[in-house]
């Protein structure tokens, strides 16, 4: 966390007095750091507790497939709900129109679930799966208070009062001649959001959506592009907000989509998975539920050398019950024993195959 | 982290022997490359570390640091765990920070005006540290240079060629970071090309070919085209990146250290009452720093004790100052006739942080002193003092002991405690300890 006044010894006091869990919407993280969440809860734990306040998250878009969509209305609908404003920018004529496709939150229905966890804990359990029962003791603790991650249902609009007024300001991103114009709204929303020792009151979030549309008069002004982009990744650092940035590597030269994802302190990328695959079917168990792949690239570092790796970097995207997103860990199908040829060969070949699929790696 | 570092130190031609042979003006550039995969930015910490430690060449070297890639208060925290204060650093103008996140070079000059400026800075900085000292430029990253440079590598090679003459001129070292995975689709005379040419060390970090793994978190080739015995030799290590030099006590790293490194030191009869503690888990870690008193001006507030003044526990000294603190103030404080009368109350208080120096200042450097004394070391000279140091002790038993210990509680001095000590080391052969015993009076 920037400091204003730089500490000379270890040992002075810490100012910051309002700990950010009173502000509903931000948690403290390692390192000095604040987290503002991602809007969808097994993200938010792969990513060690969210997206941290002051980084510059890329996500990469598949040409194929619309999922980065589901990434940025979560994250704009999670803002919404804690009341943070949110900067939107997309290559349309007319973004407010987005808004209205914006989740809201679900609101389970819990009479039974409160009797049956009653009943249960009666009796005496074996906890021999007892990754369930962690789960069901961390929805009894969270009630009363605004959660920090919310769950999402996607089959509903949101709200009608928490798009309204000021706290949701569109730019479209095709007025933009060059984008001198939309970096000077850009600095004057952030400099709402200014980062010092005190309090925090709230934050900010910035959603620009297919930043390098062909559509758009800028496009082949590759360096102006990229000269933006640091310039509000700097801006952001220096603030309590968060870019949420997506771009589609493919109609990009390799160069500056690499540039660009030596930018990103947090680089997620989504592949889409094509329908009726059937080797990718035999490969992979619930491959009829996914909707796309989501890999995550870098996870951000603030104040620490250290680099994050994580267990598995690919998860699978699917929709709970067709409203909530959820993100599972790639699983490999059993192998077919019934089937004449070796296990050697069958594993051979379906792996084989894989590589023909997309051409990215999948790894478990 | 010895072992590794010390593998990379070598490598880069920076040995123990450095700060007494190295020629005084050897100017060298150092190229470090990284991917999306695996950050470098670790060897870069490492480095800065290196050379604003105070053991590196008598305190004498600068590190300016042109920082586009990360602010301040990053690079403050990172190196804070590893052991260095670089805000402290910073105001001691030993190290020279140019933060040029928000550098956008002006239309009207062009690009060309805004790099100009910037070298025209490090010039000036490097020209007023030029007299014995030994500089050190680190641009981070060059990349992002050629982003504020819109794109003009032209520009970009005139200002590296511009530095590179720094080496010569002054001596300088120049490191620099860039990501050569963004110029691997271009072909012919690239970016990383021409600046591998200009560097005399290039370091690459890339990931395993086997992909990122928690254990390893990624290999470093260091090519050294200059110096040393690795002259023209490729080395190439695996890497794991530590928070800090301390290893952690939760995945074992902690007891490793310990029953390797540590253990051995140990005199051998307690060594196995200490390896035995290590795997039956008992470690307590507590941090140990080196807190000189400051004037806390805030009124209606004191600090006493380890908050106001910590030094090394070896002496157990901390609460000496502690206490006699507190019975200079109840003195002072008993004279007052009202706590509500701020003028007195910051006399007395003014007059409370000259009367505790004798004492404190005692104990802090008994504290320091012994500290120096029963470090491990490599040095002949200390290990000599210690192995007196020893035996004195060992002589007496009670009486040697309580002659060393009695001062620090009395806050005699320096010399009052010491001069035993030294008397003995310097006297410490058998004839000398024989005349010693028979004339009962030194010489």
Redesign the interface.
């Known amino acids: 966390?920037?400091?204003s006044k730089?500490?000379?010894?270890?040992?002075s006091r810490n100012i910051a007095t309002a700990p950010p869990s009173s502000v509903p919407g931000l948690k403290y993280g390692p390192?000095?750091t604040i987290f503002l969440s991602s809007g969808i809860p097994d993200l938010d734990k792969i990513l060690g507790g969210g997206f941290h306040l002051g980084s510059l998250v890329m996500i990469m878009e598949d040409t194929d497939a619309p999922h980065h969509m589901l990434l940025l209305r979560t994250f704009m609908s999670q803002g919404l709900v804690h009341n943070q404003p949110v900067l939107y920018a997309s290559p349309v004529k007319n973004p407010r129109a987005f808004l209205g496709t914006l989740p809201t939150t679900f609101v389970p229905k819990d009479d039974n679930k409160s009797r049956n966890t009653d009943e249960q804990q009666k009796d005496l359990r074996i906890a021999w799966q007892y990754k369930k029962y962690l789960g069901e003791n961390k929805q009894e603790e969270r009630d009363g208070k605004m959660e920090y991650c919310n769950d999402f249902d996607l089959r509903k609009p949101i709200e009608k009062h928490l798009i309204m007024g000021n706290r949701v300001e569109c730019v479209s991103l095709l007025d933009c001649s060059n984008l001198d114009g939309f970096r000077d709204i850009s600095s004057k929303f952030i400099s709402q959001f200014p980062r010092y020792d005190g309090n925090i009151t709230s934050a900010g979030r910035i959603a620009i959506q297919s930043f390098c549309a062909p559509q758009c008069d800028y496009y082949d002004k590759?360096?102006?592009m990229?000269?933006f982009i640091?310039?509000l990744k700097?801006?952001v650092?220096?603030s309590n907000t968060v870019a949420f940035l997506t771009f589609p590597p493919s109609l990009l030269?390799?160069?500056v989509s690499?540039?660009l994802?030596?930018l990103a302190d947090t680089?997620l990328s989504i592949k889409a998975i094509p329908d009726e695959d059937k080797e990718l079917a035999t490969l992979l168990t619930g491959y009829q539920d996914m909707l796309g792949l989501l890999t995550i690239?870098?996870v951000s570092?603030?104040?620490?050398?250290?680099?994050v790796?994580l267990d598995a970097t690919t998860y699978s995207i699917k929709l709970q019950k067709r409203r909530s997103i959820v993100l599972e860990c790639l699983n490999q199908a059993p192998v077919d024993g019934s089937s004449g040829s070796s296990y050697g060969t069958s594993g051979g070949g379906s792996c084989g195959s894989s590589s023909k699929t997309g051409g990215g790696t999948l790894?478990f | 982290m010895d072992r590794p570092a010390s593998l990379l130190d070598e490598a880069l031609g920076f040995e123990d022997g450095d700060s007494k042979s190295r020629q005084p003006r050897e100017g060298r550039v150092v190229l470090l490359e990284d991917c999306v995969e695996t950050s470098g930015a670790f060897v870069l910490h490492h480095l800065i570390k290196r050379f604003l430690s105070p053991n590196h060449s008598s305190s004498d070297s600068v590190v300016i640091f042109v920082a586009f890639a990360q602010p301040f208060s990053h690079y403050d925290r990172i190196l804070r765990k590893m052991g260095c204060n670089l805000a402290v650093q910073r105001e001691n103008k030993r190290l020279i920070f140019f933060d040029m996140l928000m550098l956008e070079c002006p239309d009207d000059d062009g690009t060309e005006g805004g790099l100009l400026a910037l070298y025209g800075n490090i010039h000036k900085a490097v020209e007023f540290n030029s007299l014995n000292k030994n500089i050190t430029i680190i641009i981070d990253d060059i990349s992002l240079l050629e982003v504020a440079a819109n794109g003009s590598t032209k520009d970009v090679l005139n200002f590296m060629h511009y530095c590179h003459t720094l080496t010569t001129q002054f001596g300088c070292t120049i490191i620099t970071v860039i990501h050569d995975d963004i110029y691997s689709s271009e072909d012919g005379f690239t970016l990383p090309t021409q600046l591998e040419y200009l560097s005399d060390i290039t370091i690459k970090a890339e990931p395993l070919v086997t992909g990122l793994a928690a254990d390893i978190h990624g290999q470093l080739t260091v090519l050294n085209k200059g110096l040393g015995r690795w002259k023209g030799k490729i080395r190439n290590f695996h890497y794991r990146v530590k928070e800090n030099s301390v290893p952690s006590a939760s995945n074992g790293d902690l007891s490793n250290y310990l029953k390797t490194i540590v253990a051995l030191q140990i005199p051998s009869e307690l060594q196995d009452g200490f390896i035995a503690s290590i795997d039956k888990g008992k470690m307590k870690v507590m941090p140990n720093r080196r807190i000189p008193a400051s004037l806390l001006l805030t009124p209606g507030a004191l600090l006493i004790g380890d908050a106001l003044n910590m030094c090394h526990p070896l002496t157990g000294g901390g609460m000496t100052v502690a206490l006699s603190d507190v019975v200079i103030l109840c003195h002072l404080l008993r004279h007052l006739h009202s706590l509500h009368d701020p003028y007195a109350l910051c006399k007395y208080l003014e007059s409370f942080y000259t009367l505790r120096k004798p004492v404190s200042s005692t104990i802090n450097i008994l504290a320091e002193a012994l500290y120096k004394v029963f470090c491990a070391s490599h040095d002949k000279a200390w290990q000599e003092m210690q192995e007196a140091c020893f035996e004195y002790l060992r002589l007496g038993a009670l009486e040697g002991a309580i002659r060393t210990v009695c001062p620090i509680i009395k806050a005699e001095g320096f010399r009052q405690t010491f001069f035993p000590v030294t008397v003995f080391a310097y006297y410490r052969n058998v004839p000398m300890i024989l005349w010693l015993h028979m004339t009962s009076s030194p010489p």
């Open positions: 966390m920037a400091t730089i500490r000379t010894s270890s040992f390192n000095g590759e360096w102006e990229l000269s640091r310039s700097s801006m650092r220096s030269s390799s160069s690499k540039r994802q030596h680089l690239n870098k570092r603030f104040n620490t050398q250290v680099p790796i790894d």
